[in-house]
């Protein structure tokens, strides 16, 4: 495996934690930036088109009030690269519960696979054009989603 291709994938694995580690521990506030203008997160049961839209998810998550989350990343795996674009995939494990931490200690709320489409954009950086989940587990404690009349509510407040 050449250097430059070792050295993009972890790059890319360092995206993708640094991602994470914005929405677990600064409510997602830096989100957005990570995609492309017109990035779309798409899991089973939501769908948010455009840094606008992701952007204002985070925030309706953080004003629902306190929330621990850990969102393990595991198994990265670059599938496909070319000079502009790479495609990867990995495992998503989620821990999360409405409230102030400690929680009491649980199973995950899910384990997710997770598909991700990066381009590098004109400055040179690598950003996620679209992000696609597909729940393996899912566990008691309910995921946050913010649904389509509600965002659409949300957008026209803007």
């Not at 590098?120 to 597909?134: E, F, I, K, Q, Y």
């Amino acid at each position: 495996m050449p250097e430059t291709y070792s050295r993009l994938w972890r790059h890319l694995e360092e995206k993708v934690i640094a991602y994470w580690h914005d929405v677990d521990f600064n409510w997602g506030r830096n989100a957005a930036e990570h995609y492309t203008p017109d990035g779309v997160f798409v899991s089973a049961n939501a769908r948010y088109e455009g840094r606008e839209q992701i952007s204002e998810f985070y925030a309706w998550r953080e004003q629902r009030g306190p929330r621990v989350c850990v969102h393990l990343v595991g198994n990265f795996h670059l599938k496909s690269l070319t000079q502009d674009t790479a495609e990867a995939e990995w495992i998503c494990t989620l821990f999360a519960r409405d409230g102030e931490a400690p929680q009491p200690m649980a199973l995950p709320a899910a384990i997710s696979r997770v598909e991700d489409s990066f381009v590098r954009v004109d400055d040179g950086n690598w950003l996620c054009r679209r992000r696609r989940w597909h729940t393996l587990f899912r566990g008691d404690t309910p995921v946050t989603r913010l649904d389509r009349e509600e965002m659409r509510k949300r957008m026209g407040q803007r």
